[in-house]
């Protein structure tokens, strides 16, 4: 009941958006479409374009080849994108749509202009959650682009992982202040975070190109960042082009954090610059200073895997106690990362993710015994509400507040902000709730 995922098409639709000049294309019923693209809307506050197979009962017995031999040439006719991203859906898995066999009759029909280029992946709905259909399309960009490169580039490939547009410019600025050559793949910062200027462009002046995704191959190294959302593709790109492979978990957080900088350092031989110390130190500092106000704090965390072991390992460090953790998303090792990176500090943390983790089980939890905080996404707010919780809004979808656009979570920075909002929320409680004598002016 109330489910804490989304759909498999929704996650590659945002991987897709992620490359330059690329339409993605949603292979099933128009109702499926207009659910991926408003899920991202509402969340991302920019209109997201995506283009639809619009089966009918008709399709449904005789198969999608005729809709997307179709929707293909219209497509490169009408919106002339350098790249179609197509993903299945529930309906078309069913059927049993081959896409590449579909793809390679457009192209014998000429319906795939010269230098253009149409992509796939699968993603059957009734496995996995969105974070597994962005994880299925990064790793079907390796698959259909990276080119192995005899020539070693001096470049390394970054997989952020699914984090917001605007975590994916503040990673991109940890690479240029550590002096790292990057590849960042897919990125989606000024494509879904765009300045409002005046101009109508299409396609935004974001994303990754199909030139640079080409040249992962030759790169020198993967970081991945987040098990579940980029190891594949990782992977995949060492399988295919020898490009050796860093495993690492989102860079939320103060000890995430360090393991990215110092896979940074000395994977590509680059110091850590000042600037980036000075972050770590007032990180430090404001942890010190505020330790008392979050010490043996309860918190439920619910969201993306990825993001949960991240905030997880933050949340001991700053001596709170996540004691309930619910995922979608299922996979075996979840629950193995989140104890790993807890290290036997919260002994009656209660996991769960997968099948039957859902907001009806945390809300469960919750009442049986209660907790100080929730970490979750806008769906938490009727958990919260009805307890009366503090609930700090993270992950996705967030459908009803701001600030996720333009304020990356990852890095030192981004650690202090979440430290920020954490404060904000125990702060605000203390002073509603606290007696006349008790209420303090200072911290
Ligand atoms: S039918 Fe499947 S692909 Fe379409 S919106 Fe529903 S879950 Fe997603």
Known sequence: ?????????????????????????????????????????????????????????????????????????????????????????????????????????AIEKGFVPEGKLVIHTNTPSYIGSHVTGFSNMVASMVKYLSQANPKSADTFNVIPGWVEPSDMREIKRILKAMNVPFILFPDTSDVLDTALDGERQFYPDGG????????????????????????????????????????????????????????????????????????????VDLMSDMQQYFDRKRVALVGDPDQIVALAEFCADLDMRPVYIVSGTPGKVFETRVLERLEERVPEVKIANGAGADMFLLHQWIKQEPVDLIIGNTYCKYISRDEDIPLIRHGFPILDRVGHSQFPTVGYMGAIRLLEKMLDAFLSRKDRDDAEEKLELVL
Request: proline residues 4%; contains cysteine.
């Open 1 to 105: 009941m109330n489910a804490a995922k989304t759909c498999q098409p929704v996650g590659a639709m945002y991987a897709a958006l992620g490359i330059h000049r690329c339409l993605p294309h949603s292979h099933g019923s128009q109702g499926c479409c207009s659910y991926h693209r408003s899920a991202l809307t509402r969340h991302y506050k920019e209109p997201v374009m995506a283009a639809t197979s619009s089966f009918t009962e008709g399709t449904s017995v005789f198969g999608g080849m005729a809709n997307l031999t179709q929707a293909i040439q219209t497509i490169f006719t009408a919106y002339e994108p350098d790249i179609i991203a197509v993903h299945t859906t529930c309906l078309s898995e069913t059927i049993g749509d081959d896409i590449p066999s579909i793809v390679a009759k």
């Open 208 to 283: 990754t190109t199909v030139e640079e995704l080409r040249r992962t191959g030759g790169s020198r190294a993967t970081f991945a960042l987040g098990h579940f959302a980029s190891e594949a593709a990782a992977k995949g790109l060492n399988e295919k082009c020898s490009v050796p492979a860093h495993l690492l978990d989102l860079p939320i957080g103060l000890r995430a954090t360090d393991r990215f900088i110092s896979a940074l350092h000395e994977v590509c031989g680059v110091a850590v610059p000042a600037e980036i110390e000075k972050e770590r130190g007032r990180l």
